[in-house]
């Protein structure tokens, strides 16, 4: 089985005002020294980078898709998709790190929120 792709119809998480990338976190042990500075070292070489987004002005029969994508393609998130990275336009593997959330924007329209990890 081929990884999922996100759908091309679905804008992914191009508003500007939500992007925000962050550092993979917890990837370096730190061991306390009897005398010294402390020991730090990495845990692992591939710690996945948090991403977090969001979908503005998204109208209901995209949400639809969306929401299709998480629950069916996705297995409700359990599964990883690849996405161009709307900051460097690069192929990235993606996974939802938690759940999504969906608000009203307008009366025809929703903004959906996320946060992603990148695995690669």
Not at 60 to 80: K, R
Request: net charge positive; with cysteine; glycine share 4%.
């Amino acid at each position: 089985m081929s990884m999922p792709i996100w759908p091309a119809s679905v804008p992914f998480f191009t508003a500007a005002s939500a992007y925000r990338r962050r550092s993979p976190e917890g990837n370096v042990l730190r061991t306390e020294m009897e005398y010294g500075p402390p020991k730090r070292r990495r845990r692992t070489s591939s710690a996945p980078a948090r991403f977090e987004g969001a979908i503005r002005n998204l109208d209901l029969a995209l949400l639809a898709v969306f929401e299709s994508f998480h629950a069916e393609t996705l297995l409700d998130g359990a599964l990883s998709f690849t996405a161009t990275d709307p900051l460097t336009g690069e192929t990235r593997t993606y996974a939802f790190a938690g759940p999504y959330t969906v608000e009203p924007y307008r009366k025809i329209a929703c903004t959906v929120s996320a946060q992603l990890e990148i695995l690669s």
